[in-house]
């Protein structure tokens, strides 16, 4: 479960990213965060993820109030999260395999397990035929499905995405979503930035509405 109480986050020599925001998603919830560029969507996504500090307030992850860890604790609780950035941030001096490889060689994952993961990986992505296939020579859509092949090849049990879909055109959005969709149905939590809310998940999911770091609605949608 995770938990936002009254979060602030101010960067030094800049006005408020987000205010005296508070909400709770639940284990295996699928979550939109939504709202204009600018609004604090990667921001919230940065501090639930651990990968910021608020400035006050309260973050818990898993009755663990992240503000109050060490930093050495830190590398262990962002175990929990696998990422997808918008921008990808892919090796392109390494093939797919060895993109997807990553996450298990920083936790001293390899071998045997690790290639029949990174392998599980590609296929749930439908990019199994291309492990030798370089970054370079993908789609768009192709770059971010094997995005999410690295960010869930750990079995992480929170799954962030920061406009996955932001450079897609309908249909590889679509496709990207329902992926999501499917990871969420058996049991990861999912959380999605994104200006559009409105994908092909196939059960109700939650909208967090942002507005100049305000967070301004909350509220149940059908898919």
Same mark, same amino acid.
Request: hydrophobic share 40%.
């Given at each position: 479960m995770i938990v936002l109480d009254n979060v602030t986050k101010r960067y030094p020599g800049s006005q408020e990213a987000l205010?005296?925001?508070?909400?709770?998603?639940?284990?295996?919830?699928?979550?939109?965060?939504?709202?204009?560029?600018?609004?604090?969507?990667?921001?919230?996504?940065?501090?639930?993820?651990a990968i910021e500090r608020p400035t006050s307030g309260t973050v818990l992850i898993n009755?663990?109030?992240?503000?109050?860890?060490?930093?050495s604790a830190l590398p262990y609780i962002r175990r929990k999260f696998g990422l997808v950035f918008q921008?990808? @941030?892919?090796?392109?001096?390494?093939n797919c395999y060895h993109n997807v490889?990553?996450?298990?060689?920083?936790?001293? $994952? #390899?071998? *045997?397990d690790a290639? @029949?993961?990174?392998?599980?990986?590609?296929?749930k992505v439908g990019l199994l035929n291309k492990e030798k296939a370089m970054p $370079? #020579?993908? *789609?768009?859509?192709?770059?971010?499905?094997?995005?999410?092949?690295?960010?869930v090849v750990s079995r992480p049990s929170i799954l962030i995405a920061d406009e996955p879909t932001g450079n897609l055109d309908k249909n590889y959005a679509d496709d990207i979503l329902s992926l999501f969709s499917a990871f969420?149905?058996?049991?990861v939590?999912?959380?999605?930035?994104?200006?559009?809310?409105?994908?092909?998940?196939?059960?109700?999911?939650?909208?967090?509405?942002?507005?100049?770091?305000?967070l301004v609605n909350q509220q149940m949608e059908p898919a």
């Open positions: 205010s005296n925001a508070s909400f709770s998603i639940e284990q295996g919830e699928m979550v939109y965060v939504t709202g204009h560029s600018g609004a604090g969507k990667s921001t919230l996504l940065k501090l639930v993820a009755n663990q109030n992240v503000s109050q860890l060490r930093e921008d990808h @941030k892919l090796l392109y001096d390494r490889a990553l996450p298990l060689a920083i936790n001293s $994952i #390899t071998g *045997s290639g @029949k993961r990174i392998r599980a990986a590609l296929d $370079i #020579t993908l *789609s768009g859509g192709e770059q971010q499905r094997l995005a999410i092949a690295r960010a969420q149905q058996v049991g939590t999912v959380i999605i930035a994104t200006h559009d809310a409105l994908g092909t998940a196939n059960q109700e999911h939650k909208i967090l509405h942002l507005d100049h770091g305000r």
